[in-house]
Nanobody, 117 residues
Framework: QVQLVESGGGLVQTGGSLRLSCTVSQRVSSFYAVGWYRRAPGKQRELAATITAADNTNYADSVKGRFAISRDKVKNTLYLQMNSLKPEDTAVYYC???????????WGKGTLVTVSS
């Protein structure tokens, strides 16, 4: 069973930065894509950023230019650098790994990011 463990969440002021980390129990390069999703209070979970095995990245329009996704293939860790944070970025951030096998989709338990105004 694949395990994903997020860390790095916390409370930050508007305009501040945080870096989220996600340690994966299998090689990050073995997945079709890995990424970050988020669920804001009262809203559905949405994509924040993903990166594929071919190093193609995809960002939600709301975070483009402020967030950067990366991965360390040696440490099997996924990162999300978040800059210029806004109150609307407040959410639980979830790490995700999509297998090459359809239907195999793995999630971490999430880490809370709170941006104060």
């Amino acid at each position: 069973q694949v395990q994903l463990v997020e860390s790095g969440g916390g409370l930050v002021q508007t305009g501040g930065s945080l870096r989220l980390s996600c340690t994966v129990s299998q090689r990050v390069s073995s997945f079709y894509a890995v990424g970050w999703y988020r669920r804001a209070p009262g809203k559905q979970r949405e994509l924040a950023a993903t990166i594929t095995a071919a190093d193609n990245t995809n960002y939600a329009d709301s975070v483009k230019g402020r967030f950067a996704i990366s991965r360390d293939k040696v440490k099997n860790t996924l990162y999300l650098q978040m800059n210029s944070l806004k109150p609307e970025d407040t959410a639980v951030y979830y790490c995700n790994a999509q297998s090459w096998n359809p239907g195999e989709n793995y999630w971490g338990k999430g880490t809370l990011v709170t941006v104060s105004s």
